[in-house]
């Protein structure tokens, strides 16, 4: 069955440090990989995703992430934190075929120290 | 509308006590999903509609929870004889085939 793996529950980092947010995937073929951001109180956000082509992605608010195919992985990166980077990310996956649903992470709680 | 809306924003209810939240969501999506998020916990699946197609109920944590999409638009979860652990977050989203999920607000449900 797919799932998707974000190994770290909490993450610290100072203001202006870099940050990296792990994802590992199981899935049978290469799927549609998506992190969305959720601020306290606030619904879910897309900060970007992938679906083919180039594997470093550009997203909103100065994150990026890369698609590593012999990894499994999708890690979100941003050079540097802002105080308003705190939040809590998701890493999804969909099927790159109709009918099937998406599947999310547990989620990463960021929080900046500053 | 511009986005996914859920209502009610906010519900108290007597343990016991059915509940009903609604999505509207993004006009022309195909697949709309519910989610259950609980304090402190992650996205936990519930329920997935696809088009014409029978929905996804693997995420149902019990027979008290239902769902239902009418019209391949406006989708209701109903929630039968609530307990105290039934109190949570339900998000609702929808997405365009295979593309990305928007999510609206959601509802928060609280049994008392």
Known sequence: AQSVTQPDIHITVSEGASLELRCNYSYGATPYLFWYVQSPGQGLQLLLKYFSGDTLVQGIKGFEAEFKRSQSSFNLRKPSVHWSDAAEYFCAVGPPSYGNKLVFGAGTILRVKS | ?112
Not at chain 2, 21 to 30: A, E, K
Not at chain 2, 85 to 99: T, W
């Open chain 2, 1 to 112: 509308g511009a986005g996914v809306s859920q209502s009610p924003s906010n519900k108290v209810t007597e343990k016991g006590k059915d509940v009903e939240l609604r999505c509207d969501p993004i006009s022309g999506h195909t697949a709309l999903y519910w989610y259950r998020q609980s304090l402190g916990q992650g996205l936990e699946f519930l329920i997935y509609f696809q088009g014409n197609s029978a929905p996804d109920k693997s995420g149902l944590p019990s027979d008290r929870f239902s769902a239902e999409r009418t019209g391949g638009s406006v989708s209701t979860l109903t929630i039968q004889r609530t307990q105290q652990e039934d109190s949570a977050v339900y998000l609702c989203a929808s997405s365009l085939a295979l593309l990305e999920a928007f999510f609206g607000q959601g509802t928060r449900l609280t049994v008392v």
